[in-house]
């Protein structure tokens, strides 16, 4: 065990502390330094590199491929922007380690938090014990025991692998898998067309890999607005990615020339649909709660409803009053930034002030080509939930900004309150979308009403403006659109 702090030798007992975290991802590394900052005697443990699944196999790292092919996207079209440029290539390992140098340096960064900010980290396994005591065992020694006062649990989360024949076989990997290739396979074959599955399809599909994405809804992206996913799916296909939705992957075997072979068949009728063959096959179809070997369950931390992720009130806390649960494996929201929001709700808790989540306005962000984020209703929930809105919708193809960037694809789409004028959602799709988000995220939580969205100068030439429009196309009408 790599031990910090004076946390001792095999088989001792340390403590008490204040709170004892268990998992050191955007939850729990944040709620660490929160609580920390104020006074509280700290102890983290982690069984990996802090950062978690975010920084480490998720977030982070994909976002840095996805640089590498916005970049390789943008000299292969640089002949639009009046440029030539010639004998622009791939090379895989070196987009890879660059990917990997952007994980270690923001690794190294929240080390240093950790230390700046007097949190003690144990490196190891933490389980429970009982109620007050989490054990860490790092390789073949001994555990140690740490005795704490309050218990937050942050063990996030790992990916799910469908009950189908072939699984298991060496051709199938999993997103972390899919981070740490050495090589770009000539085909590859997506199982799921969520956003873990859609993000990838667009970093290889951009980096020359033939790309096959077997959804089994109607939509790829599942939860977006249908017009969203439109836009999404669109432009999949122009990247040269190939999608079948309603289908359902039942087996994956061994094809010709030693490839795997997908089969699947219409999730509909049960008609098989001619295979796929690809060198690497990647699942993602979803992630569950990481329970395993945590103890929780067994020291009577109760479930949730579906048995999936930690039973929590609005507080984080579970039903044994001084153990908090944070993150994916609350199974709540499987976003970092919604887990850090919850570590500082925990922390607020455990330090006597009253806190409650809200779960209003948590953005997404999802980094497809078009981006998509989105934040509060969706025009679909609201249309399910029978609210009287307000559709207030602007193009990027008339923003000045967009169209001088040469990306001028998709547009803004804001709810408001039809009696309030309130804006209580919005989607985006299009340059920027997820930096964007922000300005919808802050009318949402705030209640602000489309009017004063409206009335906000916004600077021109600017992406935001569509978000200033679309606000403007819910009240009376959009300034620069001839409806
Ligand atoms: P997901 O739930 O978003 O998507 C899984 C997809 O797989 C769904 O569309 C589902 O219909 C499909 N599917 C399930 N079984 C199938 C089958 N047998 N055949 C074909 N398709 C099947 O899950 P994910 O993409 O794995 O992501 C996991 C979690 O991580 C999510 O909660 C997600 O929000 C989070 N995440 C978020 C981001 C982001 O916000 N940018 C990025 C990565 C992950």
């Known amino acids: 065990m790599r031990e910090r702090d004076g946390a001792g030798g095999a088989g001792s007992v340390h403590g008490p502390y204040d709170i004892a975290v268990i998992g050191g991802g955007p939850g729990g590394y944040v709620a660490a330094i929160y609580a920390a900052r104020q006074g509280a005697k700290v102890v983290l443990v982690e069984k990996d590199t802090p950062g978690g699944t975010c920084l480490n196999r998720g977030c982070i790292p994909t976002k840095a491929l996805i640089r590498t092919t916005e970049v390789y996207k943008l000299m292969q079209e640089a002949g639009r922007y009046g440029l030539r440029v010639q004998g622009v290539e791939v090379d895989f390992k070196r987009a890879m380690a660059r990917k990997d140098r952007v994980v270690n340096g923001l690794v190294k960064g929240v080390e240093t938090l950790l230390a700046k900010h007097g949190v003690t980290v144990v490196h190891g396994f933490g389980r429970l014990v009982d109620g007050e005591t989490v054990a860490v065992k790092a390789g073949e020694g001994e555990e140690t025991l740490l005795k704490a006062r309050h218990i937050i649990l942050a063990t996030g989360s790992e990916p799910v692998t469908l009950p189908i024949p072939g699984a298991a076989s060496d051709a199938v990997i999993d997103s972390d898998q899919a ?8 085909a590859m074959v997506i199982i799921g067309g969520g956003v873990i599955g859609m993000e990838f399809a667009f970093i ?13 809804l109607e939509q790829i992206l599942p939860p977006v607005d249908e017009d969203v996913a439109q836009e999404v799916f669109r432009s999949a296909r122009t990247a040269g990615i190939k999608i079948f939705t309603k289908a359902r992957v039942i087996a994956i075997h061994q094809g010709e020339g030693g490839r795997a072979a997908v089969v699947f068949e219409d999730a509909a009728t049960g008609e098989a649909l001619p295979e796929v063959t690809a060198d690497k096959v990647l699942m993602a179809v979803g992630r569950r709660p990481l329970l395993e070997g945590l103890g929780a369950v067994e020291i009577g931390v109760e479930l949730d409803a579906e048995g999936r992720g930690i039973k929590v009130n609005d507080r984080m806390q579970t039903n044994v009053p001084n153990i908090y649960a944070i993150g994916d ?32 306005a948590v953005p997404n962000a999802i980094f497809t080509d078009p981006e998509i984020a989105s934040v509060g209703v969706t025009e679909k929930e609201a249309a ?30 804001l709810i408001a309150d039809a009696d309030t004028g309130a804006i209580i959602g919005g989607s985006i799709v299009g340059p920027g979308a997820t930096d964007l988000i922000g300005e919808i995220t802050l009318a949402v939580q705030h209640r602000l009403t489309a009017q004063q969205v409206a009335r906000t100068i916004h600077a021109h030439p600017t992406l935001p403006e569509a978000i200033f429009e679309a606000a403007w196309a819910a009240e009376s009408g959009a300034l620069h659109l001839a409806e």
């Open 204 to 216: 290889f599909a951009r980096l020359g890999v033939k790309v096959t994405v077997i959804e089994y």
């Open 384 to 413: 399910a939930d029978d609210l009287n809105i307000r559709v207030g919708r602007f193009p990027f193809a008339a923003n000045g900004k967009a169209l001088a960037l040469g990306n001028s694809r998709g547009f803004v789409k």
């Open 179 to 186: 981070l740490e290739l050495d090589e770009l396979p000539e």
């Open 329 to 360: 494996v609350t199974a709540k929201v499987m976003l970092a930034h919604a887990a850090s929001t919850q570590g500082l709700v925990a922390v607020d808790n455990i330090l006597g002030r009253d806190s409650l989540m809200d779960y209003s």
